[in-house]
């Protein structure tokens, strides 16, 4: 086992009208960028099982599908 810092990205977005212009692409490229040079080992995210144009983006960045868990949360 090895501990490494890993970033998390929560809510990342992309407004209606600014899709398809390579923000997305922008915005993910620009965080491996600065967690690399701050040392971070990965990067992490989540999105709907349904939002295949943003699981298109990732695979394409070369993200790779987390195929061992599935993820779970309890609204309190």
Same mark, same amino acid.
Request: hydrophobic share 50%; aromatic share 8%.
């Given at each position: 086992m090895?501990?490494?810092?890993?970033?998390?990205?929560?809510?990342?977005? =992309?407004?209606p009208a600014a899709r398809?212009?390579?923000?997305?692409?922008a915005?993910?490229?620009?965080?491996?960028?600065?967690?690399r040079v701050r040392g971070a080992a990965s990067l992490s995210l989540?999105?709907?099982?349904?939002?295949a144009p943003a699981q298109a983006l990732y695979e394409?960045?070369?993200? =790779?599908?987390d195929t061992r868990f599935c993820e779970y949360g309890l609204t309190l």
């Amino acid at each position: 086992m090895r501990l490494v810092r890993t970033w998390l990205l929560n809510d990342l977005f =992309v407004a209606p009208a600014a899709r398809g212009g390579g923000v997305g692409r922008a915005l993910l490229q620009a965080a491996a960028a600065q967690a690399r040079v701050r040392g971070a080992a990965s990067l992490s995210l989540s999105t709907a099982l349904d939002n295949a144009p943003a699981q298109a983006l990732y695979e394409s960045l070369g993200w =790779v599908r987390d195929t061992r868990f599935c993820e779970y949360g309890l609204t309190l």
